[in-house]
C-alpha cells in the first residue's frame, strides 16, 4: 500500500512563503517522478510544478520564479518552496508520485493566502 502524504500548508499573508512536503510510504524504491498540482475554489486541478527523472524541471508560468520544486530520493520526499505568495495562489495543493506506472496521489494540503 503506497501512500502519500502532503504537510506545510497553512494561513498565510501575500508576501509570506511556505515549505509544502510530500512524503511517499510504503512498499516503493526510489521515486524520481514528483509533480505539485493545486485546485483552487471553483476552479479546475492544475499543473504547478514537476520535477523529473533526468532532473529537468517544469514551472506553469505564473510561478515561475517564486516556486521552487525540489527532491530528496532517499527519503522519497517532494519539496514545493513557494515564496512571494499572492491570493491567487490559495488552493488545494497536492502531489503526485510515479511509482512504476502508476501515478498516486496524496489528499492535499491547503494553502490560503490572505491579501
Known amino acids: 500500500q503506497v501512500r502519500l502524504v502532503e504537510s506545510g500548508g497553512g494561513l498565510v499573508e501575500a508576501g509570506g512563503s511556505r515549505r509544502l512536503s510530500c512524503v511517499a510510504s510504503?512498499?516503493?524504491?526510489?521515486?524520481?517522478?514528483w509533480s505539485w498540482y493545486r485546485q483552487g475554489p471553483g476552479n479546475q486541478r492544475e499543473l504547478v510544478a514537476e520535477i523529473v527523472s533526468d532532473g529537468n524541471y517544469y514551472y506553469r508560468d505564473s510561478v515561475k520564479g517564486r516556486f521552487t520544486v525540489s527532491r530528496d530520493i532517499a527519503k522519497n520526499t517532494a519539496y514545493l518552496q513557494m515564496n512571494s505568495l499572492k491570493p491567487e495562489d490559495t488552493a488545494v495543493y497536492l502531489c503526485k508520485a510515479f511509482i512504476g506506472i502508476i501515478a498516486h496521489w496524496g489528499q492535499g494540503t491547503q494553502v490560503t493566502v490572505s491579501s
Open positions: 510504503g512498499n516503493i524504491d526510489s521515486i524520481y517522478d
